[in-house]
């Protein structure tokens, strides 16, 4: 079993900055996919950004540019720094982890104001 713990979301302005991490804990394969989603309010759950065990990432083109994720180097922690942010930025953001298996934590509320 994998655990997943997130921290750092919070109410910002828009054009501010806010880093969100997550720490994973438990039987965690050495190849695996971490990565951020969202969900806003009536909408789906959205892949935000990803990125590998191996350092490849991915992430949506609404924020590319603006969003950046990162592994930390125990390589069971992942990073989403968030600048620019704008109000369609807000939701609930999810930290995923795959491999094998797919987790997920328990979600950070980000809301960015107008």
């Known amino acids: 079993q994998v655990h997943l713990v997130e921290s750092g979301g919070g109410l910002v302005q828009a054009g501010g900055s806010l880093r969100l991490s997550c720490v994973a804990s438990g039987a965690i394969f050495s190849i695996n996919v971490m990565g951020w989603y969202r969900q806003a309010p009536g909408k789906q759950r959205e892949l935000v950004a990803a990125v590998t065990s191996g350092g490849i990432t991915n992430y949506a083109d609404s924020v590319k540019g603006r969003f950046a994720i990162s592994r930390g180097n125990a390589k069971n922690t992942v990073y989403l720094q968030m600048n620019n942010l704008k109000p369609e930025d807000t939701g609930v953001y999810y930290c995923?982890?795959?491999?094998?298996?797919?987790?997920w934590g328990q979600g950070t509320q980000v809301t960015v104001s107008s």
């Open positions: 995923n982890l795959v491999g094998p298996g797919s987790f």
